[in-house]
């Protein structure tokens, strides 16, 4: 086993680095990352950064211009990066930044997968979540970011799976994937499992909204706890699934994508990668992409071109079309707790996403097909233990 892999099992890739990752932005210089990268680059030198760009949110992303030296010029790196951890002030984001960081140096074995160039990973493995990706500057690169609110269209949205079942088909049924033990499970880790009970207190903001209102169905008011039940189910059957797994990106939205100038879909911000089955993923980026029309008249479809690109790709034991549906209909579930927790201001626009997932579920008999017959697994007070609102939001709960 080379020392990547075994890093990627067990610690830190670079054990020859004294004292913790930095917390504070202004601890980032040109000597922080020279004695940051050596490890991976011997010799190396950043003589000069310049930052251009600092965006603070879960994660910290900052763009800059390095002049490196002879060493640094030859190993390939760009003049302009972005490097992604925690430099915000006050916002603690768990282990997020190390899971990108470790996932970052995983896909190196899959050079294959739709991916942004990757230069240098690093985390400190102790507990604090801490980690960092030095990566390509997409803000220069030809393309364009993908948002919520972009309108693909049906043919669009082929490409987009396309590029899922490309990334899928990587490490499909992949030994080394099974080996890694730091790579959440889909649906059996409390960030997904507990994800609605988590975020309950926004989902309670969105409840209030006049537009919200006027859109949602009636039991959403009426009976809240059929939304947390078959939130249950749909984890309970995640994990009953024995069909091949791979990587999944778990958090497969547009917003969450480049689409570069060679028409290539690639995909970003990987703090919910996980180990699952690709439905999830699957469900999640044709549901929201696609218009209600749309969805209804090309689902089916567009599930097949995901397949036979998946089946291109040489993945044994792929879910035939009938069965590939069942799993998407019960897929919604995941979307309507993810967009009824949006806040617009983080940057992706919910209203819109929240009507596609609903009306999918509507159409899919979703709610019926998770709860009906099952007693609940469990009886939650929904707002009780959720994350608290960030100080912005908290007055608009008051009575």
């Keep these: 086993m080379t020392g990547d892999l075994l890093a990627m099992q067990v610690g830190r890739p ?14 980032i210089d040109a000597a922080w990352l020279t004695g940051l990268l050596q490890p991976r680059y011997p010799g190396i030198e950043v003589q000069v950064l310049d930052v251009l760009e600092v965006r603070n949110g879960h994660t910290t992303k900052l763009r800059a211009r390095l002049q490196l030296n002879e060493v640094g010029q030859r190993a390939g790196i760009a003049p302009h990066v972005c490097l992604k951890s925690n430099w915000s002030e006050g916002f603690e984001s768990g282990d997020i930044c190390e899971l990108e960081a470790r996932f970052y140096q995983l896909a190196r074995n899959w050079p294959q997968a739709p991916l942004p160039v990757s230069y240098f990973c690093d985390w400190d493995a102790d507990g604090g979540g801490r980690g960092v990706v030095m990566m390509e500057d997409l803000g220069l690169a030809p393309g364009q970011f993908g948002h919520s609110t972009d309108h693909l269209g049906v043919d669009g949205v082929a490409a987009g799976l396309e590029s899922l079942a490309t990334l899928h088909g990587a490490t499909w049924g992949s030994e080394l994937l099974q080996r890694q033990s730091w790579l959440p499970v889909s649906m059996a880790n409390p960030v997904d499992s507990n994800g609605l009970l988590r975020m309950y ?32 189910e749909l984890a309970a059957f995640e994990l009953d699934q024995r069909s091949p797994s791979c990587l999944i990106h778990g ?8 689409l570069r100038s060679s028409g290539q879909r690639i995909w970003l911000d990987w703090q919910l990668a996980r180990r699952g089955r690709p439905w999830r993923d699957v469900a999640y980026f044709m549901l929201g992409a696609l218009t209600v029309e749309e969805r209804r008249a090309e689902a089916p479809a567009l599930l097949r071109v995901y397949r036979e690109k998946l089946l291109s790709l040489g993945a044994e034991g792929v ?42 579920a509507e159409d899919f008999d979703t709610l019926r097909l998770l709860t009906h017959g099952r007693r609940p697994r469990r009886t939650p007070i929904l707002g009780q233990h959720a994350r608290p609102l960030a100080p912005a939001y908290q007055h608009l709960l008051e009575p």
């Design 14 to 27: 670079y054990p020859q680095r004294s004292g913790r990752l930095p917390r504070q932005l202004q601890e």
């Design 201 to 232: 207190n926004y989902i309670k903001v969105n409840l209030r909204k006049p537009e919200y209102l006027q859109l949602l169905p009636a039991w959403m008011y009426e009976a809240p706890e059929l939304f947390s039940q078959a939130f249950d």
């Design 251 to 258: 958090d497969s939205h547009q917003g969450n994508s480049f």
């Design 319 to 360: 879910l035939g079309q009938d069965a590939a549906w069942e799993q998407l209909r019960r897929w919604p579930v995941w979307g309507m707790q993810t967009w009824m927790s949006n806040m617009d201001d983080w940057g992706q626009v919910g209203l819109p996403m929240v009507e596609r997932f609903f009306a999918a």
